[in-house]
Nanobody, 122 residues
Framework: QVRLVESGGGLVQAGGSLRLSCAASGSIFRINDMGWYRQAPGKQRELVARITSGGSTNYVDSVKARFTISRDNAKNTVYLQMDSLKPEDTAVYYC????????????????WGRGTQVTVSS
């Protein structure tokens, strides 16, 4: 089993910054892609940013130049630095990882964290 635990959410004023972290633990052989998704009330969950094991990144257009995704492979952790936050960034942010496990050996599955609330006030 693999567990993803997010941290770093909270309440911030428009224009402020937050840094989200997501640590993976458990029967990990290899972590492939990692990413952050978000879901605002009444809306579908959407991809915010993804990063490959090699460090390639992609972002949804609405956060480009404001958010930065990074990862520390030694710590099995992915980060999301969010700057110049806007009220429309308010959502629950979910961590996502594609993990190849040791138990069962060689099984690749997608895992989700439980989410962390980000609220941006105007």
């Amino acid at each position: 089993q693999v567990r993803l635990v997010e941290s770093g959410g909270g309440l911030v004023q428009a224009g402020g910054s937050l840094r989200l972290s997501c640590a993976a633990s458990g029967s990990i052989f290899r972590i492939n892609d990692m990413g952050w998704y978000r879901q605002a009330p009444g809306k579908q969950r959407e991809l915010v940013a993804r990063i490959t094991s090699g460090g390639s990144t992609n972002y949804v257009d609405s956060v480009k130049a404001r958010f930065t995704i990074s990862r520390d492979n030694a710590k099995n952790t992915v980060y999301l630095q969010m700057d110049s936050l806007k009220p429309e960034d308010t959502a629950v942010y979910y961590c996502n990882a594609v993990v190849t496990t040791t138990q069962p050996m060689g099984l690749t599955s997608t895992y989700w964290g439980r989410g962390t609330q980000v609220t941006v006030s105007s």
